[in-house]
């Protein structure tokens, strides 16, 4: 298993935060918000990590974090040359991941549960991702349960089918660089990574988990403000 951390994008709704920086390089509690993924990969022993950035900070990311040296792990770096989509971003980890699964976090997705055990149950073929209950299912893709299967998974319905989000957090066998190839552009003119989710569920190859504690991405500033009071009690404890 490798990990690949998507950090990409321009992090308008942070602006004007982001008017000179990464949103992945601001501040959560007492660190750049982007260790807290890393730190999730490793904890689940994960020490390959594919960092997936846009060009105009990609230095920046670099100087920070280095070769992995000081976190215990190996970091490879590939540039984003604009923002076309989280799937489209993921299609860059293809030479890295090598044939082997890969655990994908969105930069931005700031959580309590260790991934450990769930990395461990995955089986390594088809896709699985996790869900999270939240009170504002409308902002999120929202996953349309029965029983332990997925049946669809609809981007930032109107009317939502349940109230349990797709967290930032997926797991892919090697056939997902595949699946992104034969996508087409979303209206906004991005690969959806819920279109390659959607197309795993058909396929009868999407599996669950429902993760466990807080949760929350920090790509508002509502959200950025609760992911620091979040972080707050335990600031530094990493997974």
């Known amino acids: 298993m490798k990990g690949v951390v998507l950090a990409g994008g321009t992090g308008s709704r942070l602006f004007p ?7 992945h390089l601001l501040p959560i509690g007492e660190q750049p ?6 730190q999730k990969l490793i904890g689940a022993g994960i020490k390959e990590i594919l960092i997936v950035t846009g060009t105009d900070h990609m230095g920046d990311v670099v100087n ?18 604009e923002a076309g989509g989280i799937a489209q971003a993921l299609g860059l ?5 090598g044939g082997d699964p890969v655990t994908v976090i969105l930069g931005d997705n700031i959580f309590e ?25 409308e902002r999120y893709g929202v996953a349309e349960l029965q029983g332990d299967k997925i049946l669809s998974i609809e981007e930032k319905p109107v009317n939502p089918k349940s ?19 034969t996508l087409k552009p979303s209206g906004r003119g ?9 197309y795993y569920i058909q396929k009868g190859l999407m599996t669950y988990s429902r993760m466990e504690g807080w949760w929350t991405d920090a790509g508002t500033h509502e959200s950025y403000r609760t992911a620091n009071e979040l972080v707050a009690p335990s600031t530094g404890k990493g997974s």
């Open 17 to 23: 935060l982001t008017k000179v920086t990464n949103k």
């Open 33 to 38: 918000m982007i260790y807290y993924p890393i």
């Open 64 to 81: 920070l974090l280095g070769s992995g040296k000081d976190f215990g792990c190996r970091f490879t770096y590939k540039v984003q040359d």
């Open 93 to 97: 980890a293809e030479n890295f991941a």
């Open 113 to 137: 549960q260790n991934l450990a055990a769930t990395v461990k149950n995955y089986s390594g073929n088809g896709a699985q991702i996790m869900i999270k209950q939240v009170q504002d299912p």
């Open 163 to 181: 109230n349990f989000a797709v967290t930032g957090i997926y797991m892919y066998d090697a056939d997902v660089y595949e699946v992104i190839r």
């Open 190 to 198: 991005e690969l959806e990574i819920t279109d390659v989710n959607n």
